[in-house]
C-alpha cells in the first residue's frame, strides 16, 4: 500500500472521542520531536522539522472520498507529532470547509506550543489533546526522550496559557510509567500546573501496548489511586482499562458517596472497582436520587447529588 493510500484510516469508534475519521500527517515513517520510551512505534531519532510531507490537496482528496456526516471528529494525528507537519495552518483551513457538523482534534505532545504559529493554529481546531507527561525537567527528559533545546518549563507556560484563551472542547493526556512519573511528587506538580488551565477532561492512562523501550506500565489500581492525588476539583478520567484487573473491593454507601466525590468514576470504573455487592449500594443510591450523572465530551460520569447542588448554588 502507497503512503498516499494510508494517509485516512478508521472510522475508529473511539470511547473517549466518538465515531473518529483518522489522518496520518506522516505515513511512511515517524517524524517526531520525541522519542518516548512508551512508544508504541519503533525507536528513531528525534527532528524537529518533516522532512516527507505531503500536500495539503492529496490530503484533502483522500479525505472527502472518506468523510461522511456520521462521523464525530476528524482526527489529525501521525506516525510522530502532527505539528511538525510543515502546512498545518492551511490544512485546517481546508477541512473547515469540507467538514460541516463534523469536529476537528488534533493529538499533540505539546511541544510546538511555544511556536507562535502552531500557537494560532490549533486554536482554530474544534478540540485538541494536549499530552503532559511530566513537569519535572529531569523526569521529563527520561520518559519523553525529547528533541534537543525542548524546554518543558517553556513547554508548560504555553499549556498554562492555551488553557486559558482556548474556546474548544480541551483534553490532557497522561501517560504514567512505573518508577518514571508516579510519584506523588509528580502527580503533585502536575496537579498544580492543570489547576490553573481549563480542561474539558484530563484522561489518565499507562502502557497498554509493546512500548518501544524495556519499560513497565501501572496497575489499574495503581492509576486510581494516583487519580486520588489530584485536586478533587480536576475533572480526572482514568483512560486506560486494556489489562485493568478487577479490584472487587466492599465499599459502604458512605465510602461509595466519598469515593465518588472526590474522584466522579464510569460504568466501567465502577465495574472494576466495587464487588457485587458494593454494586447493589450504589444502584440504590442512584434509585435514591443521591447520585446523578454528568456528561464530559463522550463519557458518563456519576458523582454525589450534592456535587451538583452545590455547583448551582455557587
Known amino acids: 500500500m502507497s503512503a498516499e493510500n494510508k494517509i485516512i484510516f478508521g472510522p475508529i469508534n473511539s470511547r473517549r472521542f ?3 475519521l483518522g489522518v496520518d500527517l506522516s505515513p511512511s515513517n515517524k517524524q517526531c520531536n520525541f522519542d518516548c520510551l512508551y512508544c508504541e512505534l519503533a525507536p528513531a531519532a528525534t527532528v524537529d522539522i518533516q522532512a516527507q510531507s505531503i500536500p495539503v490537496s492529496k490530503i484533502i482528496e483522500e479525505l472527502k472520498k472518506h468523510l461522511d456526516d456520521k462521523m464525530d471528529v476528524i482526527t489529525l494525528t501521525a506516525n510522530g507529532e502532527p505539528t511538525l507537519y510543515p502546512y498545518l495552518d492551511e490544512l485546517i483551513d481546508e477541512i473547515d470547509k469540507i467538514k460541516n457538523a463534523t469536529q476537528t482534534l488534533i493529538l499533540t505532545n505539546s511541544a510546538t506550543l511555544v511556536d507562535p504559529k502552531i500557537f494560532a493554529s490549533l486554536m482554530k481546531l474544534d478540540q485538541v489533546k494536549l499530552s ?3 513537569v519535572s525537567p529531569e523526569v521529563f527528559k527520561k520518559i519523553d526522550r525529547p528533541h534537543t533545546n525542548i524546554d518543558i ?3 508548560v507556560t504555553k499549556v498554562i496559557e492555551f488553557g486559558k484563551v482556548y474556546k474548544g472542547k480541551l483534553f490532557i493526556e497522561i501517560l504514567f510509567v512505573y518508577e518514571l512519573n508516579d510519584t506523588k511528587e509528580e502527580v503533585k506538580k502536575l496537579s498544580d ?5 481549563n480542561a474539558t477532561r484530563i484522561d489518565l492512562g499507562t502502557i ?6 524495556p519499560v513497565m506500565g501501572i496497575s489499574y489500581k495503581e492509576l486510581h489511586e494516583l487519580a486520588q492525588l489530584f485536586d478533587k476539583s480536576l475533572p480526572i478520567h482514568i483512560a486506560s482499562r486494556t489489562h485493568a484487573e478487577p479490584n472487587n473491593a466492599e465499599y459502604s454507601e458512605e465510602e461509595i458517596l466519598n469515593t465518588l466525590d472526590k474522584r466522579p468514576l464510569t460504568q466501567e470504573d465502577i465495574d472494576l472497582l466495587f464487588d457485587t455487592e458494593s454494586k447493589k449500594r450504589f444502584f440504590t443510591l442512584i434509585k435514591d436520587g443521591k447520585i446523578t450523572t454528568k456528561s464530559v465530551g463522550n463519557l458518563e ?3 454525589p447529588s450534592e456535587n451538583i447542588q452545590r455547583k448551582r448554588k455557587k
Open 153 to 155: 518549563n517553556a513547554i
Open 193 to 197: 500546573v492543570l489547576m490553573q488551565l
Open 208 to 213: 497498554d501496548r509493546p512500548p518501544a523501550y
Open 132 to 134: 503532559l507527561d511530566a
Open 18 to 20: 466518538g465515531r473518529s
Open 301 to 303: 460520569f456519576y458523582l
